[in-house]
């Protein structure tokens, strides 16, 4: 028995909308991977050793949250484009927003230099005693055009919250080389700088105006 015209029709319908399902799927972007921030400490350099304070000397607050430029406050991997544009890097996203992250793992790295229980954050344990307060801003981190490396520029403040000793001001601009142009050598690099800011910082709190 030959199908009738109005079954063809529908015959013909129906593979057109597998047709263009399948083309719909096919069209459709990648899941993303999802990167982030490593949570160990790098390992240690001899100059993290030489600014090692023993732990007994002051006890620290890391003040909470630490300052982010807008841009980065997205789960994107942005990139340069141009001379003034950013882009973000296709296929890949922070699973961990940096706004977390970064406030996280500085702390982490303040205390691997001055002593686990000498760098704390907000809420305090009853009876401490603070005798110094940090404050951080990031004013940027990311990859230069060639994502060859990782450009951290960064401010703080250190500031004795008892008044015996004058505010300190710092900055600083730190360069760190990606392994490579992929996304992990990215990732490392922007972790590194994280490493070498604490390390900054600490070396900073040698000034004669905070430890004598």
Known sequence: MKPTPALRRTVVRIAMLCLAAALGACASPPAPQWVRLPAATPLPTPE?????IPASTHTWQLMLPVRLPDYLDRDALLVPQGGAGLQALPGYRWAEPLRESVPR???QDLAALLGESQVWTAPLPPGLVVQR????ELLELQSDAERLSVLLRARWSVVDPSGQ??????????????DDRGVEGLVLAHRLALWQLAQRIVHGKLDASLTR
């Open 165 to 178: 000793r004058p505010p300190r001001m710092e900055s600083a601009l730190l360069q760190v080389p990606a």
């Open 133 to 136: 307060q940090l404050r951080v």
């Open 48 to 52: 993290a050793d030489a600014a090692k």
């Open 105 to 107: 793992l500085l702390r």
